[in-house]
């Protein structure tokens, strides 16, 4: 019986230790290095739905999108602010993983206004950070970010990400804030 109640002990006692590295991987301070790391990681992924779109067409693009938002964006952790560059109202703000693939790759009747972003031929993006704001287990950064289509030609947007560390230590985008810049 005593060994049987060491056994639950020492069980519950790992349980807690494992949930007590999960809170604070979750707590830990963002560093910058992290969030450069996000953004090119973000970029690359962009470019590979391109590319996962022209060798295997919308069933592969659609894939790869949706394991991209499970890793990059945090709707698993709650509501993300995601405001597109070319999403038009009233659907213009997307806080659900369904929206949030629909403008990546478009082919959705329940978005009839998206063509798929990140399946328009891109094989470059370039984060230029005006400024990142590390704030504990949050960062918030803003600058533009270039777009290389495969013509060549560069598309420039307005870009503010929000970042939070989910339980697993990772980060999450929690705010995705996009537009193009004002042309007097």
Known sequence: MKKLIAN?????????AAAMVFASQ???DITESEVLAAQQAWGGAVV???EHYEEGGIDKARDSARDVIDAAYGYDMGSVLFKPTLAPIPQNIRTTADGALAYF????????????FGIKGWTEVEFENAAIRLAGPVALTMGNV???HKDG????VDKSFGYQRGEDGNLRIVLH????????
Do not use: K
């Open 8 to 16: 639950r002990t020492l069980l519950s006692l790992s349980v807690a």
């Open 26 to 28: 979750a707590a830990a």
């Open 48 to 50: 590979m739905l391109s």
């Open 105 to 116: 790759v478009g082919h959705d009747d329940n978005f009839p206004g998206d063509d798929g």
């Open 146 to 148: 270039h777009f290389t």
């Open 153 to 156: 030609s560069v598309t420039t």
């Open 177 to 184: 804030h996009s537009s193009l810049p004002f042309d007097s």
